[in-house]
Nanobody, 123 residues
Framework: QLQLVESGGGLVQPGGSLRLACTAS????????VAWFRQAPGKDREWVSY????????HYTDSVKGRFTISRDNAKNAVYLQMNSLKSEDTAVYFC????????????????WGQGTQVTVSS
């Protein structure tokens, strides 16, 4: 029933910024915990950030703290990932995932995923 679509990826230079969006249909997205994951070529999927449904609390992996910000606009059924000061190491396909009540760093906790959006950071 829940459908997720990521958007906002693209090609940027090191130090640049992108804003990713995860838009949901079929549910009131405000009641769902949402996480961002990424997968770079030849590497395993990596958790990046999550935002809780209960209080809107957020958490980030150490490598993006101070550079990335997760937020949500429940009126638009959307969750965003603002990415600043981008590095080549941030290059990956970024996915959003949602859970009806648990915010987790584990990818196997999530049954609902978007299709992914490519982020490439290169000179």
């Amino acid at each position: 029933q829940l459908q997720l679509v990521e958007s906002g990826g693209g090609l940027v230079q090191p130090g640049g910024s992108l804003r990713l969006a995860c838009t949901a249909s079929g549910v009131n997205f405000g009641y769902w915990a949402v996480a961002w994951f990424r997968q770079a070529p030849g590497k395993d999927r990596e958790w990046v950030s999550y935002i809780r449904s209960s209080d809107g609390g957020t958490h980030y992996t150490d490598s993006v703290k101070g550079r990335f910000t997760i937020s949500r606009d429940n009126a638009k059924n959307a969750v965003y990932l603002q990415m600043n000061s981008l590095k080549s190491e941030d290059t990956a396909v970024y996915f959003c995932a949602a859970h009806p009540f648990i915010a987790s760093m584990r990818d196997d906790e999530y049954d609902h995923w978007g299709q992914g959006t490519q982020v490439t950071v290169s000179s």
